[in-house]
Structures are given as C-alpha cells and as structure tokens.
C-alpha cells in the first residue's frame, strides 16, 4: 500500500490543535532507551490545512543521562484570498525522567485567547496547573503521556500487527488530564516524507468516534514521519521534513 504525500481536509478555524505530539502523538515509558543519545534531535514537520502549506512544527529532544528535555514550537497562519483568518501557536518546554513527566510548561494561543498548563512532578503526584486552577494527579496515570512514542522508540505499547490494545489511559500534557484510547496496528506501509519513501508502522489511535493516525519509519529508528489528528471539524495534516 502506498500514501501519497497529500493534505487531508477541514479543521475548523475555531477549534485548538492539539499535537499529540503529535504529534500531536497521539502518538511508550522508558525514556532509558535513549540514553545512549548524546546530542540533540531536532525534528522539523510541515503542517497542512486543506491544500496548503499553513505552518511549521519543531521538536527538539536532549537526552542527559536518564532524562530528556523536550522543546516543541508550532505555529499555523490560515489565509483566505492572501487574509490572515487564524492564527494560532503553541510551546512546550518538558523534562521527563524514566517515561515520567519531572516538569513541563505548555503555553498556547488560540487566535488571540492563550492558555497556560504547568506541571511540577511532587512525590507520588504530579501537580498540574491549568489557567491557574490546581489539580493533583497521581504519578503511575502518567506513565503513558502524549510524548511517549516521541521518546521511546522501541513502540512497546503497540500490538501486533492486526490487533488492537486497550482501553488505555493516556495523560495529555496540553490538557492536564487523560483520555481512553485504544491503540491499533495497521500493518507495514509506504509513505513519503523527507522526500523518500519509507516502509514504517501505520498506528491508530482510537478515541471513540474519532481517530489519530501515525506512521513510525523503522529506518528512522521508528521516528514518526507523518501524523494526521481528527476530531468533529476535520484532519490536521503533519509531514516530517527534517532531522538534524
């Protein structure tokens, strides 16, 4: 089977994009695996609305001994007939020790209206800070995160191919909360990104109606070379087009 690099459609110009990171991430625990790593990875993905080319997303992860930073910039500019009519931004700057999240800040603006989540890993918990309003979530329901298949390479929660795994909990980070999803294997496919084509595992993340889908290259060290985020309005299109 063979996905030819071409957008997807529709997303409302009201409704905030998040990256599963994801790259949004959808989208798993031992940050340990990359240990190894002694520079950083700067991943670079271009970001489709219908047809056009509407922004940019980079990610840049550190390893250091058994943590990881993790620096993730987006930004999208939709114009209609050359009129900007949405624009909206997003930061991530996290730390993660062991597949656990020791502290992160995601701040986010949404056409104008922004929005910050803060997260302190203390003790057992992890306190989270949504637009100043504090929850306590216990550690062990952050194990699987939003940014774990970007970290951990090995794809340890993926079935196998065919089979679906779940329900299982996963805690978004620009949320400060979780999700249930079940995560299937779609098999080895072709796709273009980084102007090849790459045999990779095709993932889909399942939560409830609607869906997320990755593609992982195995060439690449199963970095994730094109995402695609569904919701009510539409599919966001993210294609990698870089590492350095």
């Known amino acids: 089977m063979n996905i030819a690099h071409s ?33 950083a990875e700067v991943l670079e993905y271009d970001v489709f609305y219908k047809d056009t080319l509407s922004g ?54 949404d056409n104008g209206k922004t929005s910050l989540v803060v997260g302190v890993q203390s003790g057992d918990s992890l306190k989270v800070w949504k637009d100043r309003k504090e929850t306590t979530i216990p550690l062990d329901d952050t194990r699987i995160h939003s940014w774990s298949l970007h970290l951990d390479r090995s794809l340890s929660l993926v079935p196998l191919p065919g089979s679906v795994r779940g329900p299982t909990n996963m805690f978004l980070l620009e949320e400060g909360g979780g999700i249930s999803l079940s995560i299937e294997n779609a098999g080895t496919v072709n796709i273009a990104a980084v102007d090849k084509t790459w045999s990779a595992t095709h993932v889909i993340w399942h939560k409830g109606k609607y869906q997320d889908q990755v593609w992982y290259a195995s060439a690449l060290g199963n970095l994730p070379v094109r995402y695609e985020h569904e919701n009510a309005n539409g599919r966001t299109l993210f294609v990698l087009k870089s590492i350095h």
């Open 56 to 109: 940019t997303q980079s990610i840049t992860l550190t390893p250091s001994n058994s943590t990881i930073q993790v620096e993730d910039q987006m930004s999208l500019n939709i114009k209609v007939l050359f009129v900007t009519v949405y624009r909206y931004s997003e930061t991530c700057r996290a730390s993660f020790s062991n597949g656990l999240p020791l502290r992160y800040e995601y701040q986010i603006s």
């Open 7 to 39: 957008p997807v459609q529709s997303l409302s110009l009201s409704t905030r994009i998040p990256v599963f990171s994801l790259m949004r991430s959808l989208w798993f625990c031992c940050l340990s695996l990359l240990a190894f790593r002694v520079s």
